[in-house]
């Protein structure tokens, strides 16, 4: 199949490509192709990728392609001609044992114009085995599958951005020997000629393979240690979140490298950055209180004087360090493994456009994130147990605040020296502001697809400006305990 067939055929598939969650234009009723990437023929299926958008949406996407005259293994498969069936081709044997191998080959793909350029450093040998869905229906395609006795991860970026940050950051990581990220093993990325990068000098990233990260879901563990500790009144499992302390402060430490490239090297917070960062704060105030009720925006209105109080406390940041940070760190971007625990998806929060989701923010920040889904846990556990109970709501914030305070000594303990001399009775106050800034955002994001849900976050950034690490438990409780 030649590339204008090729092209006739993706522009015919509009209405079976557009309603993916990642495209923005659901109703598209044209699609127009940028770019096609023939990969190769085997039997009767073509194999190619290409880039493409939904006018009038901006956004350009990136899919591997498996074209064939019968349904073939792959994403989403469907008809899209007479004789011509598609699929996206991550789930397809064939496509996965040709991406690997030219990984390993160093191998380009593409004619005059774009140049797709397979690289790989360290891939384990042997055959790759049968792809596996891994996820549900996400903004990217993920496959696991076998390579040699080794498991891996093709990672496809359906919306590839020149500041997705997650593969520079993996990339480091790896060469650092990160023990808490997955290792970055190849990439595909595009160049406009061989030889060539695009955006000044950043790689536009379409996919990367992973070593794979094995263990079990972090939140619902957390989730079922608060069920535990507030329906038989007993401590939280201390251990588990000073080791996930642990495991934030060694990634930390090792973006906290003076030696690092420019992008990733620390650099010192200025009084623009506080400026900026107060500003985004407001703004997302008064995000929240458009996303809220009338009763609900009316108790957020009376917290203003003590959230203005807060940020006022941001004068004192200037001369810290700020990093590249994780960005959307929360527990259930974690996983518990025998070896501790994995860190993955480094791409941010879904709402950082641009060079905001390569923003070297405070460390504090992923702290402050992991922090608020303690809170979500607890308030989960809630739900599960059908609690209604004073003592039962007193018990989830008594293990909330425990649990928070194993997490933070464990980050002490393995954080950047730069954080740890600064002391715990300064590193408070940075947390408070950086859970009010995530609270604001959840409260938004909540309002917007979880409505129900709302009141977690309102409650929460109203106990933050309250000061949560103040909290102590009564001589009762004490003795209960």
Known sequence: MDAERIR??????????????????????????????????????????????FPPEPACHFAPFVASPRPAPG????????????????????????????MRGGASSGGTGPVLHWTGKDIPPGRTGLPERLGGDTTNAVASFTIGNKKAVLKSYRTP??????????????????????????TVTLAETAGAKPGGGRSLYLAVLLEFAGGVPAFPAFVGNARRSIFCNLPPHD????????????????????????????????????????????????????????DRASRLVRSRDAFEALLAGMNGWAGARKIRTHQDLHLGQVLISRGGFRLLDYEGEPLR???????????????????????????????????????????????????????IEGYLSACPRSVRKRGKKRLLPALRVWMAEKALYEIAYEAKFRPDWVGIPLEGLLGILNDPFSRQPDASEADQR
């Open 353 to 407: 456009k641009g060079p905001e989701r390569i923003e070297k923010l405070p460390p504090e920040r992923d702290v402050a994130t992991l922090l608020r889904s303690f809170s979500y846990a607890a308030a989960v556990a809630l739900k599960e147990l059908k609690a209604g109970h004073a003592h039962e709501d007193e018990r989830a914030q008594r293990w909330e605040h425990d649990t928070a305070s194993s997490f």
């Open 161 to 186: 951005d020149l500041f997705n940050p997650e593969p520079e950051i993996l990339a480091f990581l790896s060469e650092k020997g990160s023990k808490v990220s997955p290792r970055v093993l190849g």
């Open 239 to 294: 251990c588990i979140p000073a080791r996930l302390g642990i495991a934030i402060g060694d990634l930390h430490h090792l973006l906290a490298t003076r030696g690092a490239p420019p992008d990733i090297r620390p650099e010192a917070i200025s009084a623009g950055d506080i400026d900026r960062w107060r500003s985004a704060m407001r703004a997302r105030f008064e995000d929240a209180l458009r996303a809220l009720d009338a």
């Open 75 to 102: 994403l989403r498969p469907f008809e899209a001609g007479k004789g011509i069936y598609l699929a996206e081709a991550e789930l397809n044997p064939r496509f996965v044992r040709f991406a690997v191998e030219a």
């Open 8 to 53: 006739s055929v993706l522009r015919a598939s509009v209405s079976r490509l557009s309603p993916a969650r990642w495209s923005a234009n659901k109703d598209a009723d044209e699609l127009e192709v940028q770019a096609v990437f023939p990969l190769f023929e085997e039997a009767d299926e073509t194999f190619f990728a290409a880039l493409f958008s």
